[in-house]
């Protein structure tokens, strides 16, 4: 995998787009100057197809066409761009598109591609995140050439799309001359790629959903445990959010590993065990969940250097097993073995929780009386 930036330096740039245009024309030229762009056509009229047709007619390249499920909703898109035409089926679509984007749903891809008679010398691309070009096979069979660009993007609703298409990073797969028109494609949306193999593809993906989709389901747990003190999602949401951002402003401006923190990064482990010992009251779900990111934590927590390895270990030992859950529960023989002195729920330093997590691997082998 190879992650390119189109042109050098504009990642340093910031935000300021119309900044970043002007440098592109500065170097690239501007648009009328530039190689022949091809007549493109878009078969699926959803969010994606919507974002990049309207995007790119802004820019000046020309999008001739579109074709979707219905022709209602290909006439929806084709409203937004001027000199687009609503086609009812993708072969009507393909006869006049020298280059044609299927921005159907997934599981739809392969079957567009093999229902439409393609001809040597087209271009044919899906904007499909997870599928590699294989799936175009039919197409490159009768010397169409074929790619994928897909925008690594969120993209909640179509006016949401459009306004959050600019500044993307895009995964392009291609052969030249194809790539060279996809990389321009990207330079005139002021994004950057980064180019994949076909065995890139899924793990690609994996990656998208870890650092987008999972994130909302972080902040759902997180919505659901307020509720628990009586804050409505509303509320909690207005909360956490100044809490989000923060976090990826850090991500963005000091990166991983530093921009960690949170009782991982300082090993606190009395605060990580009062964390474990109110979720297993709470939710097992939950429970599992913290363990298992707190597990997945301690290795950043490791390369930011405010903990050493004898503290990883000890985080270790308290996210592993046996089961915290079933230990302090049921509150099993561990009062015997708590300093008299020590209010229940807290623990001196790391090693009394190192201590009392030993006897539970003990009782756990032996079988818990």
């Not at 690239?28 to 197809?49: D, I, N, P």
């Not at 392009?172 to 194809?178: M, N, T």
Request: charged share 20%.
């Amino acid at each position: 995998m190879t992650l390119s930036v189109m042109p050098r330096g504009f990642l340093s740039l910031g935000p300021c787009l119309e900044l970043q245009e002007m440098l592109r024309e500065f170097r690239f030229g501007s648009s009328q100057e530039r190689r022949h762009m091809l007549k493109t056509g878009f078969v699926g009229a959803g969010t994606t197809g919507n974002a990049l047709a309207v995007r790119l007619s802004q820019k000046g390249w020309p999008v001739v066409g579109v074709s979707s499920r219905t022709l209602s909703s290909a006439q929806k898109l084709a409203s937004r761009v001027p000199g687009c035409q609503a086609y009812r089926t993708a072969q009507e679509l393909a006869d006049v598109a020298e280059m044609v984007l299927i921005t159907t749903p997934d599981d739809v891809i392969a079957q567009v591609c093999s229902q439409v008679h393609w001809h040597k010398g087209q271009s044919v691309l899906h904007c499909s995140g997870a599928h590699s070009v294989d799936i175009l096979e039919p197409a490159k069979k009768v010397g169409a050439a074929v790619g994928s660009f897909h925008p690594l993007q969120t993209f909640a609703d179509i006016d949401q799309a459009i306004a959050n298409l600019p500044g993307s990073t895009f995964a392009v797969e291609a052969e030249e001359p194809l790539l060279s028109t996809l990389q321009e494609l990207t330079q005139l949306l002021s994004g950057n790629w980064v180019k994949l193999g076909s065995g890139d593809k899924v793990l690609y993906h994996v990656a998208a959903v870890f650092a987008c989709n999972y994130l909302v389901t972080l902040v759902k747990l997180a919505l659901d445990l307020w509720k628990g003190f009586g804050v409505s999602s509303k509320e909690a949401t207005t909360a956490l959010l100044p809490l989000v951002r923060g976090t990826v402003n850090n991500i963005g401006r000091i990166g991983l590993p530093a921009c960690l923190t949170g009782p991982i990064a300082r090993g606190d482990l009395g605060t990580i065990e009062r964390h474990l010992r109110a979720l297993a009251g709470r939710s097992p779900s939950l429970f599992t969940a913290y363990k298992e990111l707190g597990l997945q934590t301690i290795p950043i927590a490791l390369a930011k250097g405010k903990v050493n390895e004898q503290k990883a270990q000890e985080m270790r030992l308290l996210f592993g097993r046996p089961d915290l859950a079933h230990c302090h529960s049921e509150e099993v023989s561990m009062k015997s073995r708590r300093r008299k002195n020590l209010p229940r729920g807290n623990c001196s330093n790391g090693s009394e929780i190192v201590e009392i997590l030993r006897c539970a691997q003990n009782d756990g082998k032996r079988g818990i009386e």
